[in-house]
């Protein structure tokens, strides 16, 4: 009888981890995104030339869903890292930086609504060691 409840632990205890290997999550990477985010209206705003936006909110959002953020730091820069199960669509260009924050709040003669929108960018040595990164290919007002 001992050498049967020994197999049947051993089965138990093999079904319990084919259990928990198939319920972890498979990582595939991250991806980080870094930037600048300007406070001005316009389509493709030159950040060069632009004063920056400090603590304004910015979402990286995939397929229309938020999957990290980050606030900006007082030169405007700002880096959101997320796990590239989540930002997969990152990689095909149905990802998108979104800053809600009012203009307003960076310079009091921009309008209170609306949003600046920023579309992703790979630069050529984007991959590295597990890590992808992006920038953003420029900021556009949409009203």
Known sequence: MAPRASVLLLAVAVAAAACAAASAQIRLGKVVV???V????GTLIDVAASPAFPDANVE???????V???TT????????EADMTSSLGALVGACELVVDTPLAKCNATLPASGAL?????????GMLSGVFRLVPSGFSFHA
């Open 60 to 66: 990286l959002r995939c397929g229309g869903s938020v």
């Open 117 to 125: 929108v920023s579309y992703l960018q790979s630069p050529l040595a």
């Open 38 to 41: 300007p406070c001005n209206t």
């Open 34 to 36: 870094t930037g600048v």
């Open 68 to 70: 990290a953020g980050a």
């Open 73 to 80: 730091s007082r030169n405007g820069s700002f880096a959101i």
